[in-house]
T-cell receptor
Framework: DQQVKQNSPSLSVQEGRISILNCDYT??????FLWYKKYPAEGPTFLIS?????DKNEDGRFTVFLNKSAKHLSLHIVPSQPGDSAVYFC?????????????FGTGTRLKVLA | NAGVTQTPKFQVLKTGQSMTLQCAQD?????MYWYRQDPGMGLRLIYY???????DKGEVPNGYNVSRLNKREFSLRLESAAPSQTSVYFC?????????????FGSGTQLSVL
């Protein structure tokens, strides 16, 4: 039972345009959300995060939006660059058991076309 | 400052063999995690440790054991490897830095079980 879902396995975007990656979750106990980027043969690297008490967080070209009522978050990349081509994972912090653990989605492969 | 270091980087095992994946972090983080990455499945949490001396099961713990040897080290053991355990394994540690929660990942261990 996937608690964090990324329903689009892949996405292609033209260079300079906006990339929008989506993520849905089911557990209302998730209180913090993170986005990670992963290149082949490397570990995931942190991109941006957002607390459940906020609805938007921005860092340079990256903006994350959180809609708690819909249990949905999205990552916007503007403008998209070829170097952004990678697999993107969203993750949620689960505090249900009293300790912190991070549950990841299945990932979206972004391809930015030059 | 090496961050999160995993050894080995590659390993081939025969079914039934045992091995231990090593992970160490030099950032003085309390929490550490083991994930596996499989095509179409994203990153799935195997075990985690909220602090030295404690470990908890994640989403897919069957067939694995872990040891939190000290604050720095968190090892993952496969007692009797199975082909279904062929995967890329990532170790991570987490911290809150300036109010931002982050997971820091190692570069991964690619394991094949024949």
């Amino acid at each position: 039972d996937q608690q964090v879902k990324q329903n689009s396995p892949s996405l292609s975007v033209q260079e300079g345009r906006i990339s929008i990656l989506n993520c849905d979750y089911t557990n209302s106990m998730f209180d913090y959300f993170l986005w990670y980027k992963k290149y082949p043969a490397e570990g995931p690297t942190f991109l941006i995060s957002i607390s459940s008490i906020k609805d938007k967080n921005e860092d340079g070209r990256f903006t994350v939006f959180l809609n708690k009522s819909a249990k949905h978050l999205s990552l916007h990349i503007v403008p998209s660059q070829p170097g952004d081509s990678a697999v993107y994972f969203c993750a949620a912090r689960d505090t249900t058991s009293g300790t912190y653990k991070y549950i990841f989605g299945t990932g979206t492969r972004l391809k930015v076309l030059a | 400052n090496a961050g999160v270091t995993q050894t080995p980087k590659f390993q081939v095992l025969k079914t039934g063999q045992s091995m231990t994946l090593q992970c160490a972090q030099d950032m003085n983080h309390n929490s550490m995690y083991w994930y596996r990455q499989d095509p179409g499945m994203g990153l799935r949490l195997i075990y985690y440790s909220a602090s030295e001396g404690t470990t908890d099961k994640g989403e897919v713990p069957n067939g694995y054991n872990v040891s939190r040897l000290n604050k720095r080290e968190f090892s993952l053991r496969l007692e009797s490897a199975a082909p279904s355990q062929t995967s890329v394994y990532f170790c991570a540690s987490s911290a809150s830095l300036s109010g931002i929660e982050k997971l820091f990942f190692g570069s991964g261990t690619q394991l094949s079980v024949l």
